[in-house]
């Protein structure tokens, strides 16, 4: 089970962290990944970090965005700086057993509630 939270409203060039708790499991134990839904628009990934240490961005957030683990927390976190109006989407963790991040919703069977980011220009 998961556990999402730290979304709430910014102005433009704020920052906020997202943090998704694993509860009941060990997310060491699984490649773990942020996506977000804005209104209208299909779910997409954001960011992701694998069984490897590995880690991947979006290209619409390179730079901005900065996905982590701790692992002695059981978290995993969603850095956001110098975000946009676009950025607003409710924002969902994810884990899978597959080693790789994937860009595919339907690789991911375990997920957290949602978390509203709003970012106001």
């Known amino acids: 089970q998961l556990q999402a939270s730290g979304g709430g409203l910014v102005q433009a060039g704020g920052s906020l962290r997202l943090s998704c708790v694993g509860a009941?499991?060990?997310?060491?134990?699984?490649?773990a990944a942020w996506f977000r839904r804005a209104p209208e628009k299909e779910r997409e990934l954001v960011a992701g970090?694998?069984?490897?240490?590995?880690?991947y961005v979006a290209d619409s957030v390179k730079g901005r965005f900065t996905v982590s683990r701790d692992n002695a927390m059981n978290t995993v976190y969603l850095d956001m700086k110098n975000m946009k109006p676009e950025d607003t989407a409710i924002y969902y963790c994810?884990?899978?057993?597959?080693?790789?991040?994937?860009?595919?919703?339907?690789?991911?069977?375990?997920w957290g509630q949602g978390t509203q980011v709003t970012v106001s220009s």
């Open positions: 994810a884990a899978s057993s597959r080693a790789g991040v994937s860009r595919r919703v339907q690789s991911y069977p375990y």
């Open positions: 009941g499991s060990t997310l060491s134990e699984y490649t």
């Open positions: 970090s694998d069984l490897n240490d590995g880690t």
